[in-house]
Nanobody, 124 residues
Framework: QVQLVESGGGVVQAGGSLRLSCTGS????????LVWFRQAPGKEREGVSS????????YYADSVKGRFTISRDNAKNTLYLQMNSLKPEDTAMYYC?????????????????WGQGTQVTVSS
């Protein structure tokens, strides 16, 4: 098992930047494909970005392409999400999740381990 803890959320003005972190413990971090999901009030949770174990394959939702960058440092057991050019519609609770098995990266039911989330609020 792996335990995940997110950090780095906050309140930022539109056009600003934030970097989210997700630190893992309890199991070999590089055994897992990692993902960022987000959930805005009244909306379903959606996949934001995913990165495979060694970082070879990276995926982004169309809504964040060109603005967000996912990365991981397996030596530090940490996943990152650099978010630039933030928009009010990026306001959401952001979650990191991990899985060992395969499947479409944006399917939340394929992820076994979840963090508690970190809130991102973008003001206009």
């Amino acid at each position: 098992q792996v335990q995940l803890v997110e950090s780095g959320g906050g309140v930022v003005q539109a056009g600003g930047s934030l970097r989210l972190s997700c630190t893992g413990s309890g199991s070999a971090f590089d055994d897992y494909t990692l993902v960022w999901f987000r959930q805005a009030p009244g909306k379903e949770r959606e996949g934001v970005s995913s990165i495979t174990r060694s970082g070879t394959f990276i995926y982004y939702a169309d809504s964040v392409k060109g603005r967000f960058t996912i990365s991981r440092d397996n030596a530090k057991n940490t996943l990152y999400l650099q978010m630039n050019s933030l928009k009010p519609e990026d306001t959401a609770m952001y979650y990191c999740a991990a899985r060992r098995r395969g499947g479409a990266w944006f399917r939340e039911d394929t992820y076994n381990y979840w963090g508690q989330g970190t809130q991102v609020t973008v003001s206009s």
